[in-house]
């Protein structure tokens, strides 16, 4: 387990970094659907001659970026309730469609915040046991796309992994992530335990060990 | 005689509403929500309701107020948390309120397979989590399935954009989410409409619900903007 006197002692990969990283992984023409909240800004991050359409499970295929002030129209909104747009070639649908594209395995890539991921590729990410239960499409969506990419901080504001050997928090999927993006590293969830893809420069391989709770390797 | 669906006060579009009624609320937060028929329901006066819906309500009004009114015995939603919920927090934090937690897709699939004539079905949505207990699982092709049935409902309460008199339905951009499954799944579907045409103008490749799913059409052609409403202070009744 980590040492606490580590946490924040050398600086991750800022969000933009994190999430151009990922942006790099999303191949031309694929279907891909970005969780509310960090997850959001990969879009941002996409390389020139790239098209990706995206797809919001409020029934939206093709969502394009945020609308003007003057433009807002609250009848067409995100997943997360926000108002958006939508492109050229855009669709819409009932929410039963909407959920069979993520369910039937059409969804090529959906990128999900985490709280915590293990060794296994479990995901806990839509319940801290407190407060009112409220799971929305993310048991649907890790269930049903295709790859699953988790974009998250390595550790907790209070210091502690979040990369673990076992999810204490009640599951949104089990053996479900593919992938996670992280401030310190970007890793495969394989059979050995987290593998090392990508590491960031101004960290070592015991470092990175230091601030996950599970084998890591190169 | 013509066929013709539309009412002319929501007084008669809920006539058979009932004490313990399992009701389908369309909307996916306030987009496709069908506030008037809401605040119609909580003028009704129904008690003991079940309401099947995305979420749980916003402000004190339409959804939010209802529950506030305390006539909804049990919610089943995906979520029911919201930055402007009140009511339902309240009613919860009190345990004067059920709540069942379902998947959104698995929501979604229930209400349809409710108005498919599917009682249940397998899906992999959930499998090996909190919300799998209880439920049947099975394997097919080396995978987990959990076993899901599907959600019926005595009305269901529903906003689209424009109308015929037979109850064809279009509705307006991601406000269409669970409306058109819900008339389905519903015994008799009541809807709200911004405006209503001729069923000469209706384009037949352009209808999302057949009006063979739909029971009553209401014209509210000036409806409330959840959005606005709370912002101004509205407090429904």
């Known amino acids: 387990?980590?040492?606490?006197?580590?946490?924040?002692?050398?600086?991750?990969?800022?969000?933009?970094t994190i999430a151009s990283k990922i942006a790099d992984d999303l191949p031309h023409a694929s279907y891909v659907n970005l969780g509310i909240g960090m997850p959001e800004i990969v879009s941002?991050?996409?390389?020139?001659?790239?098209?990706?359409?995206?797809?919001?499970?409020?029934?939206?295929?093709?969502?394009?970026p945020t609308p003007n002030e003057n433009e807002i129209d609250l009848d067409l909104i995100n997943a997360g309730k926000k108002p958006v747009?939508?492109?050229?070639?855009?669709?819409?649908c009932h929410h039963a469609d909407s959920f069979s594209m993520i369910r039937g395995g059409h969804i090529d890539y959906c990128v999900l915040g985490a709280?915590?991921?293990?060794?296994?590729?479990?995901?806990?990410?839509?319940?801290?046991?407190?407060?009112?239960?409220?799971?929305?499409?993310a048991m649907d969506l890790v269930a049903g796309a295709k790859n699953v990419f988790v974009m998250t901080q390595h550790i907790t504001k209070e210091g502690k992994p979040k990369l673990?050997?076992?999810c204490t928090l009640p599951l949104t999927g089990a053996g479900v992530v593919s992938r996670v993006y992280s401030d310190y590293a970007v890793i495969d969830i394989t059979k050995e335990g987290f593998k090392?893809?990508?590491?960031?420069?101004?960290?070592?391989?015991?470092?990175?060990?230091n601030i996950t709770d599970g084998k890591v390797y190169l | 005689?013509?066929?013709?669906?539309?009412?002319?006060?929501?007084?008669?579009?809920?006539?058979?509403?009932?004490?313990?009624?399992?009701?389908?609320?369309?909307?996916?937060?306030?987009?496709?929500?069908?506030?008037?028929?809401?605040?119609?329901?909580?003028?009704?006066?129904?008690?003991?309701?079940?309401i099947i819906a995305n979420n749980a309500g916003n402000g004190r009004v339409g959804l939010g107020a209802l529950i506030g009114q305390k006539q909804v015995r049990k919610v089943i939603c995906s979520f029911a948390r919201s930055a402007k919920g009140i009511t339902f927090p309240e009613l919860y934090n009190n345990n004067e309120i059920e709540?069942?937690?379902?998947?959104?897709?698995?929501?979604?699939?229930?209400?349809?397979?409710?108005?498919?004539?599917?009682?249940?079905?397998?899906?992999?949505?959930?499998?090996?989590?909190?919300?799998?207990?209880?439920?049947?699982?099975?394997?097919?092709?080396?995978?987990?399935?959990?076993?899901?049935?599907?959600?019926?409902?005595?009305?269901?309460?529903?906003?689209?954009?424009?109308?015929?008199?037979?109850?064809?339905?279009?509705?307006?951009?991601?406000?269409?989410?669970?409306?058109?499954?819900?008339?389905?799944?519903?015994?008799?579907?009541?809807?709200?409409v911004k405006k209503i045409i001729e069923p000469d103008k209706t384009n037949p490749e352009h209808v999302i619900t057949p009006g063979i799913f739909v029971h009553k059409i209401i014209k509210i052609d000036n409806p409330i903007i959840e959005t606005n409403a709370i912002e101004e202070g509205m407090i429904y009744p």
């Not at chain 1, 387990?1 to 933009?16: A, E, F, Q, Y």
Request: proline share 3%; aromatic share 8%.
């Open chain 1, 85 to 92: 747009t939508i492109l050229p070639g855009g669709s819409f």
């Open chain 1, 196 to 209: 090392v893809i990508d590491m960031n420069e101004n960290i070592s391989i015991d470092y990175l060990q």
């Open chain 1, 44 to 64: 941002q991050h996409i390389k020139e001659g790239r098209e990706i359409i995206y797809h919001s499970e409020n029934g939206l295929l093709g969502m394009g």
């Open chain 1, 1 to 16: 387990m980590m040492n606490s006197d580590l946490k924040n002692v050398v600086k991750g990969w800022d969000r933009n």
């Open chain 2, 99 to 192: 709540l069942e937690v379902v998947p959104q897709g698995t929501l979604a699939e229930r209400i349809r397979a409710a108005g498919s004539g599917i009682p249940a079905f397998y899906t992999a949505t959930a499998v090996g989590t909190p919300l799998a207990k209880g439920k049947e699982e099975k394997v097919f092709n080396n995978k987990k399935y959990i076993l899901e049935e599907a959600l019926y409902a005595d009305f269901a309460f529903v906003k689209a954009d424009v109308a015929d008199r037979y109850g064809n339905l279009t509705f307006n951009k991601t406000a269409r989410n669970f409306n058109p499954i819900m008339c389905m799944a519903a015994k008799q579907s009541l809807i709200q």
């Open chain 2, 1 to 50: 005689m013509l066929i013709n669906k539309i009412k002319a006060e929501i007084s008669e579009m809920l006539s058979e509403i009932f004490d313990g009624a399992t009701i389908m609320v369309g909307g996916f937060g306030e987009a496709g929500s069908p506030i008037e028929l809401l605040h119609g329901l909580i003028d009704n006066g129904a008690k003991d309701l079940t």
């Open chain 1, 115 to 137: 709280m915590e991921v293990s060794i296994k590729g479990d995901l806990a990410n839509w319940s801290t046991g407190k407060g009112i239960p409220a799971v929305g499409g």
């Open chain 1, 164 to 166: 673990v050997q076992n």
